[in-house]
Each structure stands twice: as structure tokens, then as C-alpha cells.
């Protein structure tokens, strides 16, 4: 795992080493340069693979092509032994070095072999090209500015910021974007002139000019696998081979255990494959509706792991301005706070820790996807009685339980007038249009935020609704929430974070599933359950979804309240000038007042002060300190 960065045209030495600096925390173990006057390539390495060789970046044979690679290649044997028999020489035993004679062979082509995590940047000296890539899903990041026919690119936002030369003008497009979902999707970034490249994608830059374009994308066109067996065995099989592949590893490994259905299916399929002991780590909450602690320490008993706990409190406002720093850009799931925790608990013991990030998109995990299916029912209710209880669902109170069964309720009622996609993009929205244009200062873009959802909505390769929103899921939520803030925080404790349901095959794989087979009747997870039957305890296929979140409501009602107090005081929001002072005090107000919840909101605004004091406010006095450890030496 590595940062990396670099530039092509006219490379700044020092401003090179800034950026590697800015990056350590992602890499401490080693840092490399390579610098031909035409481009500057920089790479920070936390050690996985190859412990010894592997420095970065790498060379081909003949040195004309150089490597930045941050991630795994977690089929880099079968490739290497490949290549070695077509007569290529490798220097090193890493993964990444895999890459660069793939593309001696097929070009851009490489990009169809590889299975695994990685954004990386290949630099063809002979023909002065750089191509970028992220991987398929997006479990990487990566950033990059064109300008002026120069590329400047990085694995964090932060580290393009050291050019003096790069705006920091908030772009309102982003910021209405964070405002209605609580992150960006991509490829906006909060700044203007700053892109983050989309999962799935490449960018060629070649005579001053760069490309976008796709490498791959999720194909709902193949046979479909309507047979509920052969769909068992063939699921069941892909995640066995997905948790084999992602224990590829010279050091340390862990697992993220909660006391849900994806981090448990982890944990018994890598005892499946290892047969040895396993260091699980686990968070748990003095509120008891949200505690996980009793029924994970029970998944760990049941397959004999080493297990660790750490009981979370609302101390975490203290820590909050570092994690702002992490994030690079404004992102208001709270479930970042306990993502950052559990690394640094699982830091003290390893170096790289699985997780069950993406099993709620694949096998039909969230309530939303419930929703979606009643809705279509709820439609049989004529149009004038739907509207009337939408009207009056307003007044359905807010629940301080974790899954707040009432808010869900209200929101469904609410948008049951609308479309089928306006329908889902109104559920998973946290401001509606009208309340975005009253809290930002400028009345907001003159686009709809909810357009690029929408675009995905459209373009989505199957019109069956679960099919679409898996689609949307796989565009927007998983990259650019979920694994952006499991990257973020995990290498914010210097751990690698990986993530077996990401895999492409078996994405690929559910793809495939006939809707009544991978989603039958308004259960969570259905299949999953079915599949894992055999291998998990009873008590974890029982236990209803509890989703991996913090106790807001009450922590803003208590412990946080100075905090929000604080940051949301009427004359530091007006001196921001990004939001109306008005619309944000009334926010706090209702949300004190008990009967409607604002915390992922609330959280969501304390979020982006912090940011803009961290990256607006304080940003040169960040960049002088920076710089100046760079000429300290």
C-alpha cells in the first residue's frame, strides 16, 4: 500500500518531495523519486509484499517505462509466471511490477488482466505518455489536475494543493453534491480544476492532453443464473476464491468483525481457507442500541479468533479535526469516526486488516432496496391518497434507535408520489432541493445535485429497478463514501484496508443473478443468508442489520453539543460565507428540541467548518510547515 504523486512537464524537484511528504502517513516505510526532466514521479510504500525489494518506483528491464503503484495485484503470480515465460525479467518479488510488463505487451490492454486495488501512474519515456488507472470498483483514489497542458496527480487531494499554482475556489456544484448525500461523487472534487479520476477508468496524457475514458464497466447483457442451486454453489464458490485472494500477504493480517452478516462471512470463509488463529477487532458504544460488542464477541468465539474490543466515547470530538484533515474533501458519514478507530486498534497488531465493505450493494442489504420493492405496491394506492399521506407523514417523529424505524417510514410516505428513480434519490438525499437552496449562500448551482445520480438511473445497463439501484450503488455510494472514508481512515492509521466483497468477478458474478434468485421477497439479504447458512452461527443469520453507525443523536444532545455550538455559531457560519447562518441555527434548534433528528446533517455541517478551516483558513500555514520539513531535509 503507497502513496503516490507526480507531475508531467516541467517537474518541480522540491514541490515533488512536498507532495511525498504530505503523503507519509500512507507510506512510512520507504519513499522514492524518479525525475527525467520531462515528468517526476513520487511513491511513499507501507511494506506488504516483497518486504525487502519492491522500492518504488519501479523499471522495466530497459528503463523505459517507470511505475508509481499504489494498492495489490492479487493475481500477480499466475501474471508473473506468464510473463516470465514470454521472457521477461523481473526485478523484484512485488505485485506492482507485474503492471509495467503487462503494458510492455498490451498496452492500455494491461488494464483487462488486473484483479485487485490500485491506482497507479505508468510513464512511457520513448513515447513521453503517462497513463493513470483506478481500479474497477474504485477501492483506491485517485486525484489529478490538468492545466495549462501540465498533469499534476496524487492518491490524496491535499497533495496537489502544495502548487501554489492550483486554485482553492469551492466549486458549488461539489459542495450542493455534499450537502444532498454527504459526499462527492466522482468526478467532482470540492475545488475547482481538481478531478478525481471514476473507478473503472484510465487517462492518457500525451502532448499536453488528457484523455478520460473506460476500461471496464458492470454488464447486466450475459445469461442470466436462474437456477437458485447452481447460483448458490457458484456465489459461494467466488467468495471463497475472492477471501483466498485477498490473504496475499508477507505480513500481518486481521478482520474488521461487527456483529452483522458481511465482516462474519470474512472471518469464517479466511478460518476456511487459513485453518489458523485470526486477529479480529471490533468497536462498541456505552449506548446500548448501538453496542456490537456481545454478538461479534460470539462470531469470534465460534471461530476460535484473537479478539480485540474498544469501547468508543464522545471524546471523538477532540479527534474530529484530524479526520477532516484525512478526508481531503468534505464527507459527513459519521461512520468514519469508528472506521479510523478500529484501524488504529488493529494497526497495534497488523499491518492489513479485511473488511465487509460492499456486502449491503451486493446481496441486497439496505432497507432502501426494501423500499424500492414496496413501492411498487404502494403505487396501486391512488395518486391523491398517496399524496395526502406524504403530507401528512411530516409529522412522524424521529426515533433516537439506531435504525430509526419512524424516519423511515416518514421518508417513504413522503416521496410516494414521485418516480420510481426521483423516488430513491429522495431517500438516500438528505436535503431536499428547496431546503439546499435556503442554506447556501448562493442559493445553490443552478443544476438539480441530483442530476448525475439521475444519469447513472439512465444509464444503468438493466431497467429492472434492483438491477438499477445496484448499478447506482456501484457508481456513486460504495466509491465515493464507503471506500473512499475506509481508504481515508485506514491509512490515516497506516493500515491497508481490504475489501474481498469488491472483488470484480464476484460483482461480476451477481451481476448475473436473475432478481428472484439474488433478491426473493422483502428480506435483507436473502441469499447470502441461504449461501452462508452452513458455516455461520445462528445467531448471526437471525440478527436483524444494524449498520455500522454512532450514536449522533444522542452524542449531539450531550458530549457534542459544545462542539456543534461552536462550529455552528452564527457569526463563524457567516464568516464562512459558503452558508446562510439562519438555516443552519434552526437546524440545531429542531434537532435539540426532540422530535425530529437532524444528526447526519448537524455531523455533516461540523464536517465541512472543519474542512474549511483546515483547507481554506489554515491551508498556508499547512503548506509553509510542509514545505519547510522538505527543506530541513
Same mark, same amino acid.
Not at 517526476?40 to 522500492?55: E, F, P, S, T
Not at 502532448?207 to 442470466?224: H, N
Not at 429492472?464 to 481515508?488: C, E, Q, S, V, W
Given at each position: ?414 416521496? *410516494? !408520489? $414521485?418516480? /420510481?428513480?426521483? %423516488?430513491? &434519490? ?7 432541493? =428547496?431546503? @439546499? ?120 444532545? *450531550? !458530549? $457534542?453539543? /459544545?462542539?456543534? %455550538?461552536? &462550529? ?7 464568516? =464562512?460565507? @459558503? ?55
Amino acid at each position: 500500500m503507497c502513496g503516490i504523486a507526480g507531475m508531467v512537464g516541467q517537474p518541480d524537484p522540491r514541490l515533488l518531495r512536498g507532495m511525498a511528504r504530505i503523503l507519509a502517513h500512507r507510506g512510512p516505510d520507504d519513499e522514492g523519486f524518479y525525475d527525467d526532466g520531462l515528468v517526476g514521479l513520487a511513491a511513499r510504500r507501507l511494506k506488504i509484499i516483497d518486504l525487502v525489494g519492491g522500492h518504488q518506483p519501479l523499471a522495466n528491464e530497459d528503463e523505459s517505462c517507470w511505475l508509481v503503484f499504489n494498492g495489490e495485484i492479487y493475481n500477480f503470480r499466475e501474471l508473473r509466471h506468464r510473463l516470465e515465460q514470454k521472457g521477461h525479467r523481473f526485478r523484484s518479488r512485488t505485485d506492482g511490477e507485474t503492471i509495467l510488463h503487462l503494458y510492455e505487451d498490451e498496452g492500455d490492454g494491461c488494464l483487462r488482466h488486473l484483479e485487485g486495488m490500485f491506482a497507479f501512474a505508468l510513464w512511457d519515456r520513448p513515447r513521453r505518455r503517462i497513463l493513470l488507472a483506478r481500479d474497477h470498483l474504485g477501492i483506491k483514489p485517485l486525484y489529478y489536475r490538468l492545466d495549462g497542458g501540465r498533469l499534476a496527480f496524487a492518491s490524496e487531494l491535499k497533495a496537489l494543493l502544495l502548487d501554489p499554482a492550483c486554485p482553492r475556489e469551492v466549486d458549488p456544484e461539489a459542495l450542493a453534491l455534499y450537502l444532498t448525500f454527504l459526499y462527492i461523487p466522482s468526478p467532482v472534487t470540492i475545488f475547482r480544476g481538481i478531478r478525481k479520476l471514476p473507478p473503472g477508468h484510465a487517462l492518457v496524457f500525451q502532448e499536453g492532453r488528457g484523455t478520460v475514458k473506460a476500461y471496464w464497466d458492470l454488464s447486466f447483457d450475459r445469461p442470466r443464473l436462474e437456477n437458485r442451486r447452481e447460483a448458490h454453489a457458484q456465489v459461494l464458490a467466488a467468495l471463497e476464491e475472492s477471501v483466498q485472494r485477498h490473504l496475499v500477504s508477507d505480513v500481518p493480517l486481521g478482520v474488521f468483525l461487527s456483529s452483522g452478516m458481511d465482516s462474519s462471512t470474512v472471518l469464517a470463509l479466511m478460518r476456511r481457507a487459513t485453518g489458523g488463529s485470526i486477529k479480529t477487532f471490533t468497536l462498541d458504544f456505552e449506548e446500548s442500541s448501538f453496542g456490537e460488542a456481545q454478538a461479534a464477541r460470539l462470531v469470534a468465539q465460534a471461530f476460535g479468533s484473537e479478539h480485540r474490543e474498544f469501547i468508543v466515547r464522545p471524546e471523538v470530538a477532540d479527534l474530529l479535526p484530524r479526520l477532516v484533515w484525512h478526508l481531503d474533501e468534505p464527507l459527513g458519514d459519521s461512520s468514519l469516526i469508528v472506521t479510523y478507530l478500529v484501524s488504529e486498534l488493529a494497526r497495534r497488531e497488523v499491518t492489513v486488516a479485511l473488511s465487509g465493505i460492499g456486502g449491503d450493494e451486493l446481496f441486497f442489504g439496505y432497507p432502501r432496496y426494501v423500499g424500492a420493492k414496496l413501492a411498487r405496491y404502494y403505487q396501486a394506492v391512488p395518486e391523491l391518497l398517496r399524496r395526502a399521506l406524504g403530507g401528512l407523514a411530516r409529522w412522524i417523529p424521529d426515533s433516537a434507535r439506531s435504525d430509526n424505524p419512524p424516519g423511515r417510514l416518514r421518508r417513504f410516505l413522503e416521496a *410516494g !408520489p $414521485l418516480p /420510481p428513480g426521483e %423516488r430513491y &434519490l429522495s431517500w438516500v438525499s438528505f436535503l431536499q432541493p =428547496g431546503a @439546499l437552496a435556503e442554506l447556501l449562500a448562493d442559493g445553490g448551482p443552478a443544476i438539480d445535485p441530483r442530476a448525475l445520480h439521475l444519469e447513472h438511473l439512465h444509464r444503468s445497463p438493466s431497467a429492472r429497478i434492483p438491477d438499477a439501484l445496484f448499478y447506482l450503488d456501484l457508481k456513486t455510494y460504495l466509491p465515493d463514501d464507503l471506500l473512499m472514508l475506509g481508504d481515508k481512515m485506514s491509512m490515516a492509521a497506516s493500515l491497508e484496508l481490504r475489501v474481498p466483497f469488491c472483488d470484480r468477478r464476484l460483482v461480476e458474478l451477481v451481476a448475473r443473478l436473475a432478481p428472484e434468485v439474488r433478491a426473493p421477497g422483502l428480506r435483507l439479504k436473502p441469499l447470502l443468508r441461504e449461501v452462508m447458512a452452513p458455516l455461520l452461527p445462528a445467531e448471526v443469520l437471525d440478527r436483524p442489520k444494524r449498520g455500522f453507525m454512532v450514536p449522533l443523536t444522542q452524542w449531539f444532545r *450531550g !458530549p $457534542l453539543l /459544545p462542539l456543534a %455550538r461552536d &462550529l455552528l455559531a452564527e457569526g463563524r457560519v457567516r464568516a =464562512g460565507g @459558503l452558508l446562510n447562518s439562519g438555516p443552519v441555527a434552526r437546524l440545531l434548534e429542531h434537532h435539540l428540541g426532540g422530535r425530529r433528528a437532524y444528526d447526519d446533517q448537524l455531523f455533516a455541517l461540523i464536517v465541512l467548518q472543519l474542512w474549511q478551516a483546515a483547507y481554506l483558513d489554515e491551508w498556508p500555514a499547512r503548506r509553509r510547515q510542509v514545505m519547510a520539513e522538505v527543506d530541513r531535509g
